[in-house]
């Protein structure tokens, strides 16, 4: 069975430090990694994912997410966090159908 | 172009009433996803339309809860008898040929269902 984990609930980083939100997955063979991000009030909105290639993928709104095959990971990361980064966060894996984590919020503290 | 719309985007709900809410995926889009959302929680699955094929319909809660989708495109989830916890946000999101799994997903803005 497939699975994927947010270990965070919230990740709270201060504006301009580096952000990581953390997600690890379990699969049977060789998965599609996704994350998604919900502003406030807002629907999910499509961020960054990982079909193949080079393992580091970059996505919208300066997100960058590495792929780690033996840690099984898929940790989202940006180097200077703004405050209107905050949001939940969610990371997603997809073997033979989407499987969503529980999400991480996002908090950057101006 | 046009993204996903949901309708309503609020309903209240009396505790015993049947409540339809609808989606418009994106044109060309064949997967259609349902998903309840609680209190800015995570996403549970409730239903999958594959294009032609039969519905995945492992998500859904209880047989209060039934989905179609007509001519491929817009589709209707109704929740029956309604519970109060059944209040949540109701997301919709579609993504081109299904058999392709490393599409991504659309999400329209969601149906906020509130039952008193």
């Known amino acids: 069975a497939q699975s994927v984990a947010q270990p965070e609930d919230q990740v709270n980083v201060a504006e301009g430090n580096p952000l990581t939100v953390k997600c690890t997955y379990s699969?049977?063979?060789?998965?599609?990694l996704f994350w998604y991000v919900q502003y406030p009030n807002r629907g999910l909105q499509f961020l960054l994912k990982?079909?193949?290639?080079?393992?580091l993928v970059k996505g919208s709104y300066g997100f960058e997410a590495e792929f780690n095959k033996s840690q099984t990971s898929f940790h989202l990361k940006k180097p200077s966090a703004l405050v209107s980064d905050s949001a939940l966060y969610f990371c997603?894996?997809?073997?033979?159908?989407?499987?969503f984590g529980k999400g991480t919020r996002l908090h950057i503290l101006p | 172009g046009a993204g996903v719309s949901q309708s309503p985007s609020n309903k209240v709900t009396e505790k015993g009433k049947d409540v339809e809410l609808r989606c418009d995926p994106i044109?060309?889009?064949?997967?259609l996803y349902w998903y309840r959302q609680s209190l800015g929680q995570g996403l549970e699955f409730l239903i999958y339309?594959?294009?032609?094929?039969?519905?995945?319909k492992s998500g859904l809660p209880s047989d209060r809860f039934s989905a179609e989708r007509t001519g491929g495109s817009v589709s209707t989830l109704t929740i029956q008898r309604t519970q109060q916890e059944d209040s949540a946000v109701y997301l919709c999101?579609?993504?081109?040929?299904?058999?392709?799994?490393?599409?991504?997903?659309?999400f329209g803005p969601g149906t906020r269902l509130t039952v008193t």
């Open positions: 999101a579609s993504s081109l040929d299904p058999t392709v799994i490393s599409y991504e997903q659309y």
């Open positions: 699969v049977s063979g060789n998965p599609y």
């Open positions: 990982y079909i193949t290639g080079d393992n």
């Open positions: 997603a894996v997809s073997l033979w159908r989407i499987i």
């Open positions: 044109s060309g889009h064949t997967a």
């Open positions: 339309f594959q294009g032609n094929s039969a519905p995945d």
